[in-house]
C-alpha cells in the first residue's frame, strides 16, 4: 500500500553519520531535523517526495547529537521515552529515527522491546556523511518517512530502514562498515514478546557484555561481580561454549545474584546447548546461566538491562529469553 500523502509523522534526531560533516576532526555530527528534511525533500530517488503525491506533516524533535558509538544506556532509554511522547499525540501517523548504525541495532532493539502501539516507529540513518558526494542519508529518511507513512506498517514492531532493505529491529545486526545495505537478520521471524509497562527513568543497571575466546580470563567476570554489574552476558564459542574456568566465575556470579546470558559470537543459526565437557553450553546451564537461542550479544545485552532495570528476577528473564524463540526452532 502507497503511503498516506499527507501522514503526520514525529522525526526525532539522535545524530549519527546522518547527520554528520566531515571536517579536520573527522566526521561529527551537526545537522539538525529541519536539515535532513531538506536533504530528503532534494533526493532524486524518491520521486513521490519531489513531485508531491506524498507531502508528509513532519512535527521536528531534535532529541540529540551524538554519534551512536558513544550513546550511553540513559541516552538510549532518552530515545525510548522520546518515542513515547512522541505517540502520546493521538494525531501523530508514525515516527521516525535518525540514528548512527554503530549502535543502531541496539537502541531499535530497546524500543521494540516496549512497542505495543502499532503505529509505525522507523530508525534510519547512513554509512556516508551528509557532506559526501554520494550520501546516502538522504534517500534513506525519504524510504523511512514513507515506510512510517504506509498503513501496511502498522503493528510489525520497529523496522530498520537503510540501502533500500526493510528489517525488523528484533534480530537485526550491522553486516557490513562500508555497504549501503547495511543490516542482515539472525532470523526472519523472531516473536516479539514485549515489556510489561514503560521503561522507567533515570540510570539503567550496569549489565556488561564479553566475547569469550581461547586463553580469555576468567578474572573478568569476578571484576564485573566486584563492581556490582546486575548482569553479564558472554558470547561463547560455537554454541555458546567457554573454558571450565569461566563456568566456574558464571557459577560464583549466580550465588552472588548476578543474572548471567550466554549467546555466541557466531552470526548464524540458534545457540543449542550440546557440548559438556566442563565449558559447554550444558555446563553453563547447570551453572545457572540462561541460554540466549537467537538474540546476539548486543541485543541480549539490552534485553537483560531493560528487564533488570525493570525489576525482572532470573526466572523472568528466563521466560522472555524462552519467548524469544521462533516457534519452527
Not at 503511503?3 to 553519520?17: C, D, F, K, S, V
Not at 516473536?191 to 539503567?204: A, F, H, V
Not at 546486575?230 to 545474584?257: F, K, W, Y
Amino acid at each position: 500500500m502507497a503511503p498516506t500523502p499527507h501522514a503526520r509523522i514525529a522525526l526525532i534526531t539522535t545524530g549519527g553519520t546522518v547527520a554528520a560533516r566531515t571536517g579536520t576532526d573527522g566526521a561529527v555530527p551537526v545537522l539538525s531535523a529541519d536539515d535532513l528534511l531538506a536533504t530528503a525533500d532534494e533526493s532524486a530517488a524518491h520521486g513521490a517526495l519531489i513531485e508531491g503525491t506524498f507531502e508528509p506533516q513532519i512535527v521536528p524533535v531534535d532529541l540529540m547529537s551524538v554519534d551512536s558509538s558513544a550513546m550511553t544506556p540513559t541516552e538510549q532509554f532518552r530515545v525510548v521515552a522520546a518515542i513515547a511522547d512522541a505517540l502520546a499525540d493521538p494525531d501523530i501517523d508514525g515516527v521516525v529515527v535518525t540514528h548512527g548504525t554503530d549502535t543502531m541495532e541496539e537502541t531499535a532493539f530497546l524500543a521494540d522491546l516496549v512497542a505495543a502501539d502499532p503505529r509505525p516507529v522507523v530508525f534510519t540513518g547512513a554509512q556516508r556523511p551528509a557532506d559526501d558526494p554520494h550520501a546516502d542519508g538522504p534517500a534513506n529518511i525519504a524510504s523511512a518517512l514513507a515506510h512510517a507513512a504506509d498503513p501496511d506498517s502498522r503493528s510489525l514492531g520497529v523496522q530498520i530502514v537503510l540501502g533500500g532493505r526493510i528489517t525488523a529491529a528484533r534480530g537485526a545486526f550491522k553486516a557490513s562498515t562500508v555497504d549501503l545495505d547495511v543490516f542482515d537478520s539472525v532470523h526472519d521471524s523472531l516473536p516479539r514478546p514485549l515489556l510489561t509497562g514503560p521503561l522507567p527513568g533515570g540510570r539503567p543497571v550496569r549489565v556488561d557484555a564479553y566475547t569469550l575466546y581461547p586463553g580469555v580470563s576468567p578474572g573478568l567476570i569476578a571484576a564485573s561481580v566486584s563492581q556490582n554489574a546486575a548482569g553479564i552476558v558472554l558470547a561463547g564459542t560455537g554454541s555458546g561454549n567457554t573454558h571450565p574456568d569461566i563456568t566456574a566465575e558464571v557459577s560464583l556470579a549466580r550465588q552472588r545474584g548476578v543474572v548471567v546470558v550466554v549467546t555466541t559470537r557466531v552470526p548464524y543459526g540458534p545457540v543449542v546447548a550440546t557440548y559438556g565437557g566442563g565449558g559447554g553450553a550444558v555446563d553453563l546451564e547447570r551453572a545457572g546461566a540462561i541460554v540466549s537461542r537467537w538474540l546476539r550479544a548486543p541485543q541480549a545485552r539490552v534485553a537483560l538491562q531493560a528487564l533488570l532495570t525493570t525489576g525482572c528476577d532470573a526466572d523472568e528473564v528466563a521466560d522472555f529469553f524462552s519467548a524469544s524463540e521462533p516457534r519452527d526452532d
